[in-house]
Nanobody, 119 residues
Framework: QVQLVLSGGGLVQPGGSLRLSCAAS????????MAWYRQVPNNPRELLGH???????SYKDPAKGRSTISMDSVANVGFLQMNNMKPEETAIYYC?????????????WGQGTLVTVSS
């Protein structure tokens, strides 16, 4: 059984930085890629960016130019850092990963973490 556990979040000051981690654990597996999302209440879930297990990253507009997505493939942990956060970016943030186990490749989601951008 593979799990993704999301850590970080909470209160972020306007103009401050957000740093989240997403750790995979369980039986034998490998992470193929990981993506980061957020969801503002009453809005659809929004993709922020993505990283492959080879370290290739891509970012969507809300995150471009002020974000870094990284992954430690040995420790099976992914990271999202976003700088210059704004109050309207208060949302639940999620990680998602395509993970291969002996049973095949499935997409897993972290539990989500609330990020509140406020002074």
């Amino acid at each position: 059984q593979v799990q993704l556990v999301l850590s970080g979040g909470g209160l972020v000051q306007p103009g401050g930085s957000l740093r989240l981690s997403c750790a995979a654990s369980g039986s034998t597996f490998s992470i193929n890629d990981m993506a980061w999302y957020r969801q503002v209440p009453n809005n659809p879930r929004e993709l922020l960016g993505h990283i492959t297990n080879g370290g290739i990253t891509s970012y969507k507009d809300p995150a471009k130019g002020r974000s870094t997505i990284s992954m430690d493939s040995v420790a099976n942990v992914g990271f999202l850092q976003m700088n210059n956060m704004k109050p309207e970016e208060t949302a639940i943030y999620y990680c998602s990963a395509a993970i291969t186990t002996t049973r095949g490749t499935l997409n897993y989601w972290g539990q989500g973490t609330l990020v509140t951008v406020s002074s």
